[in-house]
């Protein structure tokens, strides 16, 4: 079974700009999360998705964080613009049961 | 809200039996797990435990006391590949099954 997938696995922008994360979760996972992992800290969740539809985004800072995921499967994570405090990874998992979750490797992102 | 505490960092030696302790207060609780996250890769599951008492699984076993919001990660037999961050998340009681992480306790083995 194949795991989940994130592309780019690095990525370094300047502040300002904007950028984007991709996340592909183990098939037939219905739900998917988009977790920020600052450094010496644990992941916090942005947002999660139960198949398209969002059911918590409460840590998700709408002004410049979006994120969504079309049909169900694949889901996109934005920044726009990006800030200093940025830095960290991003991690995407996904949930057959809303019981354990599978993590995928991660994007760092470095904002300078 | 959650608050989950665990000890930053632990050190012990191969062979060693090391216990990872976290302590939790929670407006609702639906269970607790722990993950191994090795330096620069993701978060891998080890252990849930939904009712008091310990799982055993292999040389790792996890306790927990929820009139104590209390839970032990029993690390036994280290290997230096057990080196990494261990992290402790409580479930709430929603029914999305949404975690909060506590911010994870390095262990180090040392030969």
């Known amino acids: 079974e194949a795991g989940v997938a994130q592309s780019p696995r690095y990525k370094i922008i300047e502040k300002r700009q904007s950028v984007a994360f991709w996340c592909n979760p183990i098939?037939?996972?219905?739900?998917l999360y988009w977790y920020q992992q600052i450094l010496g800290q644990g992941p916090k969740l942005l947002i999660q998705?139960?198949?398209?539809?969002?059911?918590?985004d409460s840590q998700l800072p709408k002004d410049r964080f979006s994120a969504e995921r079309l049909k169900g499967v694949d889901s996109t994570l934005k920044i726009q613009p990006a800030k200093l405090e940025d830095s960290a990874v991003y991690l995407c998992?996904?949930?057959?049961?809303?019981?354990?979750?599978?993590f995928g490797p991660g994007t760092r992102l470095t904002v300078t | 809200g959650q608050n989950i505490d665990q000890p930053t960092e632990m050190t012990a030696t191969e062979g060693a039996i090391v216990q990872i302790n976290c302590t939790y207060q929670?407006?609702?609780?639906?269970?607790l797990f722990w993950y191994q996250q090795h330096a620069g890769e993701a978060p891998t599951f080890l252990s849930y435990?939904?009712?008091?008492g310990l799982e055993e699984k292999g040389r790792f076993s996890s306790f927990l006391s929820r009139s104590k919001g209390y839970s032990y990660l029993l690390l036994k037999e280290l290997q230096m590949k057990d080196s990494a961050s261990y992290l402790c998340?409580?479930?709430?009681?929603?029914?999305?099954?949404?975690?909060?992480f506590g911010a994870g306790t390095q262990v180090v083995v040392t030969p």
């Open positions: 098939s037939g996972h219905a739900t």
């Open positions: 929670t407006s609702g609780f639906n269970g």
């Open positions: 435990n939904v009712l008091d």
């Open positions: 998705f139960q198949n398209n539809g969002v059911v918590d």
């Open positions: 998992a996904s949930s057959k049961d809303a019981y354990e979750q599978y």
């Open positions: 998340a409580v479930k709430a009681t929603d029914s999305w099954g949404k975690l909060q």
